[in-house]
Nanobody
Framework: QVQLVESGGGLVQAGGSLRLSCAAS????????VGWFRQAPGKEREFVAF????????YYADSVLGRFTISGDSAKNTVYLQMNSLQPEDTAVYYC?????????????????????WGQGTQVTVSS
């Protein structure tokens, strides 16, 4: 069993920055992938970014490319999402998720169904 705890959300003005953290227990980050998704009120959960541990490669949604950075610290069993140049449309609950499978298509990891464990989410609100 894996437990994920997100932190770092809050209220920020447009143009500001936040860094989200996702701490895992019950499993070390060594294989598979860790992703960030977000869900705004009345909308479906959408992909933000993911990191594959074996290669260290990162993938981003077009809407956050160049503004958000996902990174991981395997020693701390923690993944981060640095969010810069935040805009009101970034307002959502942000979730981290873990895909424990070492082999999974890249395309599938853009979707929530690829992930086995989810955190409880952290609210990010960007004011204009």
């Amino acid at each position: 069993q894996v437990q994920l705890v997100e932190s770092g959300g809050g209220l920020v003005q447009a143009g500001g920055s936040l860094r989200l953290s996702c701490a895992a227990s019950g499993r070390t980050f060594s294989t598979g992938a860790v992703g960030w998704f977000r869900q705004a009120p009345g909308k479906e959960r959408e992909f933000v970014a993911f990191l594959t541990w074996s290669s260290g490669r990162t993938y981003y949604a077009d809407s956050v490319l160049g503004r958000f950075t996902i990174s991981g610290d395997s020693a701390k069993n923690t993944v981060y999402l640095q969010m810069n140049s935040l805009q009101p449309e970034d307002t959502a609950v942000y979730y981290c998720a873990v895909d424990v499978r070492a082999l999974r298509s890249i395309a599938t990891r853009y979707t929530p169904r690829a992930y086995d464990y989810w955190g409880q989410g952290t609210q990010v609100t960007v004011s204009s």
